[in-house]
């Protein structure tokens, strides 16, 4: 599936993307568990932190993410970019929030300062039945 953009025309440069932009598709390149591309557009799930590629976790927490929007996603563009990514929230096409399926899993932490403690329930749900990151 190729990626659609919505952003005005201007929005091309990365330090100019608008904060409505917003990308549908499927991504061609997982980076890791928190980081996957649409051709050149790099984008970073907002809210969380998953473990690096060769850290433990980290290739569970990358293959459940590509397992996840195997069907495609939907992005929407927070305003924010970080290290030349776009800081973005997704949602699979049924509406699943990504960054909170990853926390679910135990595949990801909440980070509250981006997240506005937003994952805090299902990042504490995921600790108290010791899923992935806590099961140790």
């Not at 433990?56 to 927490?61: D, R, V």
């Amino acid at each position: 599936m190729a990626a659609i953009i919505s952003a005005p025309a201007a929005a091309e440069p990365r330090d100019q993307w608008p904060t409505a932009a917003t990308i549908t598709g499927t991504p061609n390149y997982i980076v890791d568990g928190d980081t996957f591309a649409f051709g050149k557009i790099r984008i970073r799930l907002k809210g969380i932190n998953t473990p690096e590629i060769d850290e433990p976790y980290g290739p569970e927490a990358t293959d459940f993410l590509r397992e996840l929007i195997a069907g495609g996603l939907t992005c929407y563009h927070t305003g924010e970019k970080s290290y030349d990514r776009m800081i973005a929230w997704c949602v699979t096409p049924e509406g699943r929030d990504i960054s909170e399926e990853l926390v679910r899993a135990g595949l990801a932490n909440d980070l509250p300062r981006y997240s506005n403690g937003q994952y805090a329930d299902v990042e504490a749900e995921a600790k108290a039945e010791k899923r992935g990151l806590y099961s140790e």
